[in-house]
């Protein structure tokens, strides 16, 4: 379980947070189906749309890490939504509890979303083509990226930790070594420069090519 | 207050990245590189060998000009990949600069990932083989 007030992870059996030694709930094996029911009527677009499987949407029920059984959501709070309500009804939701994600606000109960790297590890990626040392980490760092937000969206925080925690080291790597390749060519240069003076400045470097 | 200014940055932060990659794509687009590189590959002038990586730029050129048999010779493994990575790349900015997800995420498994990556290193030691030089760039 998640701790309702920092909103670290917990296990279930625990009597208070290990992070802030909050008091935690106590989890009497709530149900995520009862659960679900109980809360439904607040908001009439939930059951439906839980009904109907969509690949986008990631049920709420099969997630272990998703803490939507736990029995201190204030249950003026709607219903948790799936995030294809999003394009519909964008800032629907009620009001934004602690955690509250950048945007939308459709997962209530997850910590902020950690850091993506996404832009980060681009721009890296578009730099390293200078030398080509680099790219294939920079690519695959995109590609962790872009599973931060898609673990984050199925309610998975644990997971999403893990990628970001690879992006951010794909991220560095990639900076090396794009910096790496930047110096390497200005060596280059230089030492061809000197070789063979003003003229035939980069006709070294196509050569090799 | 923190929310406000995360939304910001990550908005800030995609539009840089879309700024980058959009120049980086008009740039391929328009100059090619067969004719005179885009990058100067450092695995080729210090080794002499191809990278996996190697053709890529010109295979992106090729894929920009709708010519899927050149770019598939410049680089056969790189080429089916690209547009599912921009595709990737693409839904994650909109999600940055928009605040929610226009495109649809395509659901990811770390474990293809990195498997994809290995089997991507080991397209670099093929070409590389003399029997297999179908595979390095033209």
Redesign the interface.
């Given at each position: 379980m998640y701790c309702p007030k920092c909103g670290a992870p917990n296990s279930d059996a625990a009597q208070r947070c290990t992070n802030c030694l909050e008091p935690l709930p106590a989890a009497p094996g709530a149900q995520p189906h009862i659960h679900a029911e109980g809360e439904a009527p607040h908001t009439p677009e939930a059951p439906s749309a839980q009904e109907a499987p969509q690949?986008?949407q990631q049920a709420p029920t099969g997630q272990p890490a998703q803490p939507d059984s736990s029995p201190y959501q204030q249950p003026q709070q709607p219903y948790q939504q799936p995030?294809q309500q999003?394009?519909q009804q964008?800032y629907q939701q009620g009001q934004?509890p602690y955690g509250?994600?950048?945007?939308?606000g459709y997962q209530q109960q997850l910590p902020?979303k950690p850091a993506?790297f996404?832009?980060?590890n681009?721009?890296m990626t578009?730099l390293s083509?200078?030398?080509?040392?680099g790219?294939?980490p920079g690519?695959?760092g995109?590609?962790?990226?872009?599973?931060v937000?898609?673990k984050y969206?199925q309610g998975d925080y644990e997971g999403a930790k893990s990628?970001a925690k690879?992006a951010k080291i794909l991220f560095w790597v990639t900076l090396g070594l794009a910096v790496a390749?930047i110096v390497?060519?200005v060596v280059?240069i230089a030492s061809s420069a000197s070789m063979y003076g003003s003229y035939g400045l980069f006709d070294s470097?196509?050569d090799?090519? | 207050m923190t929310s406000i200014s995360h939304k910001i940055r990550s908005r800030a932060l995609g539009i840089a990245a879309c700024a980058a990659l959009g120049a980086l794509c008009v740039y391929v687009f328009v100059h090619d590189p067969a004719v005179s590189p885009v990058s100067f590959c450092m695995v080729r002038a210090l080794t002499g060998r191809y990278c996996p990586g190697c053709g890529g730029t010109r295979a992106l050129h090729a894929l920009f000009h709708l010519d899927i048999r050149a770019a598939l010779g410049y680089n056969l493994f790189l080429t089916p990949l690209l547009p599912v990575v921009a595709y990737i790349v693409l839904a994650e900015l909109v999600h940055m600069i928009a605040g929610r997800y226009v495109l649809r995420q395509i659901p990811l498994n770390p474990w293809v990932v990195a498997c994809i990556g290995a089997l991507f290193l080991l397209f670099g030691v093929l070409r590389n083989l003399p029997a297999l030089a179908f595979l390095a760039p033209v």
């Open positions: 690949p986008q995030y999003a394009p964008p934004p509250q994600p950048p945007f939308g902020p993506t996404l832009a980060g681009i721009i578009i083509l200078c030398s080509c040392l790219t294939i690519i695959v995109i590609v962790f990226s872009a599973m937000s898609s969206n990628m690879v390749g390497l060519i280059m470097l196509y090799i090519y | -």
